[in-house]
């Protein structure tokens, strides 16, 4: 083996390198400033040489924070969480413009429907009632034009109707015979007197027709002649026979002449009720065949207060109520409001038994508990007696007719 010299011993060792920073490849990365730096002060970075020796570099400069100024990125914030808040309520105002809006709309249009309803009223209501004038039932046509001229006072032709009518049953309630050429009427020769006691007398044994006949040609021979003796008696005689015709099936009658007592003076008890049973069940009536909710409300009531009260018909208020129900289920059956329907079948069975509304009430009562069925529903064979009648009893009295007991001007007391 050739050993080497020292020569090229030399030329095999590597090139020694300068300490100086500017000849050092490689630097270690600048290290971050430590969290939470004091404003005003920096922290020193360092680099290392290839030899791993850490060396003391310039220190980083770290601007501090300016104490009140925003940064750019939050008042662009601020800026657009104000524009959306704007936004945001200028929708909600529309929305609420537009909702009221339509509930004015909504409420506009049924008013247009009640008003047209109305209208179509009044007009069934004059037709029928002159209807009722030409075939002579002139209290009907009375009632029918009184409801109308209270609803429209310058309804066209109803106050002229309504005074040929009351003229007309006037002349009806008491004709007056045509004397023949050879016959003379024979004079009434009773005194005052007896004309007084025959009063008196009548209105005991409860003739209340006589005893006022009797007290109206007395009033008419003497109207100076016991004034406030005579309008007692009346009163008496109007107020009895009124009661006696509701009870008898005159419910129109009845409440005139009860009407005509009470401008005497104040009626009792008993007769008050008598005509608001009255005026009840011919409302109710009313409503026949043209809206059977309300009469089933109507005769509900009079179905507990005044069962037995009937009409010219011979229905009475109780057998009205019952035959109202099973009709008003049948409305509700085509409505398709099963629950409501079988409620009103079963208060009509309840009263009474009837094979021919069981099936329709029990077909309800499935479709009430088990609404997607498709069955068709039986029809009820109930037949609905057809009377024509009013829609609305009138608050109000037509004035009395020309013979009708109208009291003197001294303030009378009832007879006792």
Not at 136 to 141: C, F, T
Request: with cysteine.
């Amino acid at each position: 083996m050739v050993p080497m010299s020292a020569s090229n011993l030399d030329d095999t060792l590597p090139t020694p390198s300068n300490n100086n920073s500017e000849d050092i490849e490689e630097t270690r990365p600048v290290q971050p400033p430590v969290d939470n730096p004091s404003e005003g002060e920096t922290q020193p970075s360092f680099v290392s040489d290839a030899k791993g020796s850490e060396l003391e570099t310039q220190p980083l400069e770290v601007e501090p924070e300016s104490g009140g100024q925003t940064p750019r990125n939050t008042r662009n914030l601020r800026s657009w969480l104000l524009v959306a808040g704007f936004g945001i309520l200028t929708l909600l105002i529309i929305a609420g413009m537009s909702a009221y809006g339509g509930y004015k709309s909504g409420m506009e249009d049924r008013i247009d429907a009640s008003t047209t309803q109305m209208v179509q009223g009044l007009q069934a209501q004059y037709d029928m009632g002159v209807e009722d004038m030409q075939a002579g039932r002139y209290d009907r046509a009375i009632t029918r034009f009184q409801w109308i001229i209270q609803q429209n006072p310058d309804y066209p032709g109803a106050l002229d109707h309504l005074a040929e009518s009351i003229l007309a049953i006037s002349i009806t309630a008491s004709p007056t015979v045509a004397p023949t050429p050879t016959l003379t009427p024979t004079p009434d020769l009773r005194s005052v007197e007896e004309l007084y006691t025959q009063g008196q007398q009548a209105l005991a044994s409860g003739e209340w027709s006589n005893a006022i006949d009797t007290l109206l040609k007395l009033r008419k021979k003497a109207p100076d002649m016991h004034p406030i003796e005579v309008d007692g008696m009346l009163y008496v005689a109007l107020r009895g026979r009124g009661v006696d015709k509701i009870k008898n099936a005159d419910l129109e009658g009845g409440t005139y002449d009860l009407a005509q007592a009470e401008r005497f003076g104040p009626l009792d008890s008993e007769a008050t009720n008598y005509r608001q049973w009255a005026e009840i069940y011919i409302t109710g009536a009313s409503f026949w065949e043209l809206d059977w909710e309300k009469a089933v409300s109507y005769f509900s009531e009079l179905a507990i207060t005044a069962p037995y009260l009937r009409d010219m018909s011979g229905w009475t208020s109780l057998d009205r109520y019952r035959e109202a129900l099973v009709h008003y289920g049948d409305w509700l059956s085509m409505q398709e409001r099963w629950c409501e329907a079988q409620e009103q079948y079963q208060k009509a069975l309840d009263m009474s038994a009837n094979p021919e509304v069981e099936p329709t009430a029990t077909y309800s009562s499935e479709q009430c508990s088990n609404p997607e069925a498709e069955e068709v529903p039986p029809e009820s064979t109930v037949e609905t007696p057809i009377i024509e009648t009013p829609v609305e009893v009138p608050t109000e009295t037509p004035p009395p007719p020309a013979d009708t007991a109208v009291p003197s001007e001294t303030p009378a007391t009832p007879y006792p």
